[in-house]
């Protein structure tokens, strides 16, 4: 019975992708293309660890960092916000089933793998990394 409780449990990184519901920028704008783009890295690096590529994460751990459908919100602020920092990290909010990625942080696939890994290793407790 067991057994069965934790195959029923696994998910995979198409469970993840289809799961999303983005907060896109208005249409054209150069915020929808680095929107895009994240939407991209993220679904990369999820279809990654679905292959066992011997990276510290898995589709299972960040499924433990995100529940439910999820509202993805692309942080375009956080420069003007707080203008002297060096980085920041996705956020997951648990109670309203949203992730907030930093877009000044994730220009390419790497910086969105360093990023994200920090996030969800480190961010496990209900506070900001």
């Given at each position: 019975m067991l057994q069965q409780l934790r195959e029923g449990l696994e998910v995979d990184a198409h469970y993840i992708i289809s799961n999303l519901a983005p907060e896109m920028s208005e249409r054209g704008s150069p915020k929808t293309k680095e929107g895009t783009e994240i939407l991209d890295f993220f679904q990369d690096s999820l279809q990654e660890l679905d292959e066992d590529t011997g990276?510290?994460?898995?589709?299972?751990?960040?499924?433990?960092?995100?529940?439910?459908?999820?509202?993805?919100?692309?942080?375009?602020?956080?420069?003007?916000?707080?203008?002297?920092?060096?980085?920041?990290?996705?956020?997951?909010?648990?109670?309203?089933?949203?992730?907030?990625?930093?877009?000044?942080?994730?220009?390419?696939?790497?910086?969105?793998?360093?990023?994200?890994?920090?996030a969800i290793k480190y961010g496990a407790r209900f506070d900001r990394v």
């Open positions: 990276e510290p994460l898995s589709v299972p751990s960040v499924m433990q960092w995100q529940t439910g459908q999820i509202v993805v919100i692309l942080d375009h602020t956080c420069l003007q916000r707080m203008p002297n920092h060096t980085v920041c990290y996705p956020v997951v909010r648990a109670c309203t089933n949203t992730i907030t990625f930093p877009t000044a942080h994730l220009r390419d696939d790497d910086a969105f793998k360093s990023n994200i890994e920090t």
